[in-house]
């Protein structure tokens, strides 16, 4: 199984194909910030986003939007905090915050948020 760990340390980036982005890993997610939507439900019922774990990798899904290169601006990411599969999600050292930048030729680069980077919680 690959984590989030090995993910930012090999530098994977992911992948993002309309309304679908593509993650190098899998990972409990908790709250997923886009534009100006957060995001906190992740039951197979949410109305805002499809979450598909494969073996090796992650689909999310994002219901209210058709194409993220597009709706995302150029000037935002998305948000994630989210924690490895596996690890107390109820101690907060284990909570890891992302973010997600779709660019061209469907890539996403994936990075930690730094303390001086805003995530409304």
Same mark, same amino acid.
């Given at each position: 199984?690959? !984590?989030?760990? /090995? ?5 994977? +980036?992911?992948? +993002? ?9 899998? &990972?409990? $997610? ?5 534009? %100006?939507?957060?995001? !906190?439900? $992740?039951?197979? +019922?949410? /109305?805002?986003? =499809?979450? *598909?774990? =494969?073996?090796?990798? !992650? %689909?999310?899904? $994002? ?8 709706? *995302? ?8 905090? &989210? ?11 284990? =909570?890891? !915050?992302?973010? $997600?930048?779709?660019?061209?030729? =469907? ?7 730094g ?6 919680d």
């Open positions: 199984m690959s !984590t989030i760990k /090995k993910a930012l340390d090999e530098k994977k +980036h992911g992948l +993002h194909y309309a309304n679908r982005l593509i993650l190098p890993f899998k &990972c409990e $997610f908790l709250k997923i910030g886009i534009e %100006d939507d957060v995001i !906190t439900d $992740f039951s197979e +019922h949410s /109305k805002q986003v =499809h979450v *598909v774990e =494969h073996e090796d990798f !992650t %689909d999310i899904y $994002f219901k209210d939007y058709k194409n993220l290169k597009d709706d *995302v601006s150029e000037y935002e990411v998305i948000k994630a905090i &989210c924690v490895e599969k596996g690890e107390d999600i109820f101690d907060f050292k284990n =909570h890891i !915050t992302l973010s $997600f930048n779709p660019i061209n030729d =469907h890539v996403v680069e994936i990075s930690l948020l303390p001086d980077q805003i995530f409304i």
